[in-house]
Nanobody, 122 residues
Framework: QVQLLESGGGLVQAGGSLRLSCVAS????????MGWFRRAPGKDREFVAA????????EYTDSVKGRFTISRDNAKNTVYLQMNSLKPDDTAVYYCAAGLIIASLPQGYDYWGRGTQVTVSS
């Protein structure tokens, strides 16, 4: 089992920045690909970004490319999502996930955190 705990969400004005963190604990958490998803009110869960075991490979959904950066520190069992130039459309609950391969579908991940709220005001 792997436990994931997100933090760093909050309220920010459009154009601002936030950095989300996800700390993993439990069974060898650094052995997993890590991903970020988000769910906006009334919408399905959406893939945001993912990073491979070593951090050498990353993927992003088109709407965040150039604005968001995913990274990981395996010594700290932590994955980050740096979010810049935030837009009101980025408002959502952001979830951290752990899986065995980089995937853009939720079914590709085995473990999930409880989420952290990000609200971007216009």
């Amino acid at each position: 089992q792997v436990q994931l705990l997100e933090s760093g969400g909050g309220l920010v004005q459009a154009g601002g920045s936030l950095r989300l963190s996800c700390v993993a604990s439990g069974h060898t958490p650094i052995s997993y690909t890590m991903g970020w998803f988000r769910r906006a009110p009334g919408k399905d869960r959406e893939f945001v970004a993912a990073i491979s075991l070593t951090g050498g490979n990353t993927e992003y959904t088109d709407s965040v490319k150039g604005r968001f950066t995913i990274s990981r520190d395996n010594a700290k069992n932590t994955v980050y999502l740096q979010m810049n130039s935030l837009k009101p459309d980025d408002t959502a609950v952001y979830y951290c996930a752990a899986g065995l391969i980089i995937a853009s579908l939720p079914q590709g991940y085995d473990y999930w955190g409880r989420g952290t709220q990000v609200t971007v005001s216009s």
